[in-house]
């Protein structure tokens, strides 16, 4: 067995503190990934509840092709989404309780939009309705983006992060 002390010499740290700084920056990089395809998603939830608000509000005359599209497009975002999640629920990753249960907060509201789709194709609901539905998982995925821009680790991309996230609450309140 090799003696620790032995062992510890000026390279051995330098080579241990460079292996660390470049796990950060991949864990970081990582991180940058899943707001990035969250970001994503809120766009195109976003612009697919203004279309279903719209076709809904027009009783199925206007918006039917451009819904169809959103929905096609947010259907391979969900999908880009989990298999983001997939990669980080381990320690390793950054995975905490608090985004654990975000992230299944979100795959839960994702999990429910076949129905609400079902729902707005057969205008079986009100615009307001939609409108409603589709905030409140894009607020759940806000507030994933909230707690992965907290959880940055380096002050001056959690600052990038917070600005990210205070343009998407402002595109939200709009």
Do not use: C
């Amino acid at each position: 067995m090799l003696d620790p002390v032995a062992t510890l010499s000026v390279s051995n740290l330098v080579l241990r503190s460079k292996q660390l700084e470049i796990d950060a920056v991949r864990h970081l990089a990582r991180r940058a990934e899943l707001v990035d395809v969250i970001g994503q998603l809120i766009q195109g939830l976003q612009r697919e509840r203004g279309a279903s608000g719209v076709y809904l509000a027009s009783r199925g005359q206007r918006f039917a092709d451009v819904r169809r599209k959103m929905v096609d497009e947010v259907v391979l975002l969900e999908t880009r989404l989990r298999e983001v999640f997939a990669e980080h629920v381990e320690p390793a990753q950054g995975a905490t309780a608090k985004a654990l249960s975000l992230m299944a907060w979100a795959l839960l509201g994702m999990e429910s939009l076949p129905a609400l789709r079902t729902q707005v194709e057969r205008q079986a609901m009100s615009a307001h309705d939609s409108v409603a539905a589709y905030s409140h998982l894009i607020a759940g995925l806000i507030e994933l983006v909230f707690h992965v821009a907290d959880a940055a680790g380096l002050p001056s991309v959690s600052r990038l992060l917070v600005g990210l996230l205070h343009l998407v609450q402002a595109q939200e309140e709009a």
